[in-house]
Each structure stands twice: as structure tokens, then as C-alpha cells.
């Protein structure tokens, strides 16, 4: 607005006017041709700023527009990489089952190092399978080129060793046949460490579950997770400290320390009292020393005090003779 008015009263474009009108201009003050070019100098000085003036302001508002989109661009979410999964190779396999192959999971691995490995019983296997073996070894291959491989049987009827029948439905005198175990020939490990200790990133079989969902209820087959990975308890010598020679009372407190909502569940079942006060009652919620005296305790009626059974459960004492 200032600029339009500037240079439409010094500068105007306007039409000739008449002769009349041009000698009533002529009365007014005209102002002198050195301050006209003056103001029109300054005038084109200013238009020169604000060019200048805004292209560096529209510079800098790209180099920050520009500066906005690398941060952007720099700190977009980036895909999950899935992580690759570890393989190890056993030589003493046969070719075509040399790699082994590793778990690599978020929630395996924040697991691992809480719950135990599984012990894999071959023995409690082989008899609910009759020592029918392929039912989890399957084929073997001795040629990476080669895809499908023989059979188990197969490969053992090749070298005179029968599998998956009792010996008894071939031969009638089992005195005159010599019965070999597996672990005879089958000596080397399937892993570097322990083959028989399956860990949560090492299965040997994907079937395991599925497996033990058929034959539920005939046996006891665990189907869950911490039926066969138990909760790897650490050794309680490098956690806590007891003094030398404590009675049983100072042995509960330092449990307690850790494990107290554990031990209010043991007041309340296994210290029960018939007389005296009970951690039911106001005021002896908390006491530690209620189970010396119970007459019914872990269900054992006896007419004193039950100290194998309290020495049993507190630590530091283990089971101990007399009552």
C-alpha cells in the first residue's frame, strides 16, 4: 500500500490534460527536477530492497522446508528386518542333515535364559512306538541333490535291522536273536553341546505338539509349554546371605524378602492352626513363625509339631529325622 501510493503520486500515468487544466497546474508548486529524481531514486532503491529481500527470505524458507523433509525422509519408520535364523552344521550327520537349524525369536530369546531345556526321552518314545524310530526320523538323504531320500525302515532292513514291531511278532524264540539298543551305533550327537536336552531354540521335530494332542488322555503326553520347560530356578547361595547358625524363623524372613505374596499363600493353607491364633486373625497376617506350632500341617495330623515337614520347605534345613 505505501509503495502504490508513492508511485501514484510521484510517478502517475496519466492522460494529457487540458490546456485550461494544465495552466491551473501551473499555479500549484512544482517541485524542482534535482528532488524529483531524488524521490524517484529512492523509490527504485526500495523496489530493489524488497526484491532482494524477498528472494532471500524465500531462499531461506526452501532451505528449511528442504531441511524439514530430510529430517522426515531420515527418521521414517524403517521395516522390521526379520532376523535371519541361525543354522550350525554337524558333521557326523549324514549329508543331507548336516544343518541345523536355530530359532531366532523376540520372544524365545527374552525366554531362554528363565525356563530349562527338555530332556527328550528316547526310551519312553520307542515304547509307546513299539521302536518304530521313523515316526519322527523320517527319510535320510546322503546327497544334497537328493530331495525325498529312503525311508528309515528301508535303509535299516538294508543292513538286516528290523523297526517298528515288537521283536516278539517275528520271532518266536527270543533267545536265539540278540536285541541292540539305538544308542549302539547311535552314539554321536545331533548337537555340538547335548542333543538329548532340546532347548526353546532347537526342535528336532515340529510334530512334538501335535502329536501329543492325539494321544492325550492315554498317557500323560504335556501339551504345554512349562509341562516340558520348567522354570530355571537359580541357585539361591549366590542371592541371599544367612547368617551362621539361624533358626528356622530367620531363614522364612530372608524368603520373604523376595517371596512375599508366596508367603502369605503359605500361611493361609499350610499354616493352619487348630488352636491359638491363625493368620486369619487381624493382626497375625504376616507372622512368620505361626507354622512352628501347627497341629495340622502339609495335611500330617500329628500331636507336636511337624519339623521334617517344616525343614522340608524352609531353606537351609532340608528333611530332617524325628518330629
Not at 502329536?211 to 542371592?239: A, M, R, S
Amino acid at each position: 500500500m505505501l509503495l502504490y501510493r508513492f508511485f501514484s503520486n510521484y510517478f502517475p500515468v496519466l492522460s494529457g490534460l487540458p490546456e485550461k487544466e494544465e495552466e491551473e497546474k501551473r499555479k500549484f508548486y512544482v517541485l524542482p527536477p534535482k528532488w524529483a529524481w531524488i524521490f524517484r531514486g529512492v523509490a527504485v532503491l526500495l523496489l530493489l530492497i524488497f526484491v532482494l529481500a524477498y528472494s532471500y527470505v524465500h531462499k531461506e524458507s526452501m532451505k528449511e522446508s528442504f531441511k524439514a523433509y530430510q529430517m522426515v525422509y531420515s527418521y521414517k519408520v524403517k521395516e522390521k528386518q526379520i532376523p535371519k535364523i541361525q543354522e550350525r552344521t554337524h558333521i557326523m550327520r549324514p549329508k543331507g542333515y548336516q544343518t541345523i537349524y536355530y530359532l531366532s525369536n523376540t520372544i524365545l530369546n527374552s525366554k531362554t535364559d528363565y525356563y530349562e531345556p527338555v530332556r527328550f526321552s528316547h526310551r519312553s518314545h520307542d515304547n509307546y512306538l513299539n521302536g518304530n524310530c521313523a515316526v519322527c526320523h523320517h527319510r535320510i538323504s546322503f546327497d544334497e541333490s537328493d530331495r525325498v531320500g529312503i525311508s528309515l525302515e528301508e535303509f535299516h532292513r538294508d543292513m538286516d535291522i528290523n523297526l517298528g514291531a515288537p521283536c516278539s511278532s517275528c520271532h518266536k524264540d527270543m533267545n536265539q536273536i540278540v536285541i541292540e539298543a539305538c544308542d549302539k551305533c547311535h552314539r554321536w550327537p545331533d548337537e555340538p553341546d547335548n542333543p538329548a536336552r532340546i532347548g526353546l531354540k532347537g526342535a528336532y521335530h515340529r510334530q512334538c505338539i501335535g502329536c501329543h494332542k492325539n494321544i492325550y488322555g492315554e498317557n500323560f503326553t504335556p501339551i504345554d509349554c512349562e509341562d516340558c520347560h520348567k522354570k530355571n530356578v537359580p541357585d539361591h547361595k549366590d542371592l541371599i546371605k544367612i547368617l551362621e547358625d539361624p533358626s528356622i524363623k530367620d531363614v522364612t524372613e530372608k524368603c520373604l524378602e523376595c517371596h512375599e505374596e508366596k508367603g502369605k499363600e503359605i500361611l493361609n493353607t499350610v499354616h493352619f492352626k487348630w488352636g491359638g491364633h491363625s493368620p486369619n486373625v487381624l493382626g497375625y497376617e504376616h507372622s512368620i513363625d505361626l507354622g512352628l506350632y501347627t497341629i495340622l500341617n502339609n495335611y500330617m495330623i500329628g500331636t507336636g509339631p511337624n519339623l521334617p515337614y517344616c525343614a522340608s520347605c524352609h531353606i537351609g534345613y532340608g528333611w530332617v529325622k524325628g518330629a
